[in-house]
């Protein structure tokens, strides 16, 4: 079974950085990429980065280019998002996700992978 725990999320000004991270229980072999997603209330949960295990090849939504950063650390197994100079449409709460061989969870399919193994979410909160 896979789990992913969050960390990082928290209360930012507008035009502030948040960096958060997510730590993979399985060994980088067993997935395929990273990804993270956000949930604001009322709405779907939308892919914001991901990034792929075997390439290294990244993915962002239009909205959050050039402003986010996703990353892997190897050795520790955890993927990190940058993001900077956060706008108040960057609030909600934000997922860890990966498409693995053992996930079993809900999937939601987004660049080319199958996301399918879901960590509990950190709230991001931005104030204008």
């Known amino acids: 079974q896979v789990q992913l725990v969050e960390s990082g999320g928290g209360l930012v000004h507008s035009g502030g950085s948040l960096s958060l991270s997510c730590v993979v229980s399985?060994?980088?072999?067993?997935?395929?990429?990273v990804g993270w997603f956000r949930q604001a209330p009322g709405k779907e949960r939308e892919g914001v980065s991901c990034?792929?295990?075997?390439?290294?090849?990244?993915w962002y939504a239009d909205s959050v280019k050039d402003r986010f950063t996703i990353s892997r650390d190897h050795v520790q197994n955890t993927a990190l998002l940058q993001m900077n100079n956060l706008k108040p449409d960057d609030a909600g709460v934000y997922y860890c996700?990966?498409?693995?061989?053992?996930?079993?969870?809900?999937?939601?399919?987004?660049?080319?992978?199958?996301?399918?193994?879901w960590g509990r979410g950190t709230q991001v909160t931005i104030s204008s």
């Open positions: 990034i792929s295990t075997s390439t290294g090849s990244t």
């Open positions: 399985v060994k980088n072999s067993d997935y395929y990429a």
């Open positions: 996700a990966v498409d693995s061989r053992y996930g079993g969870g809900p999937v939601l399919r987004w660049k080319g992978f199958r996301f399918n193994s």
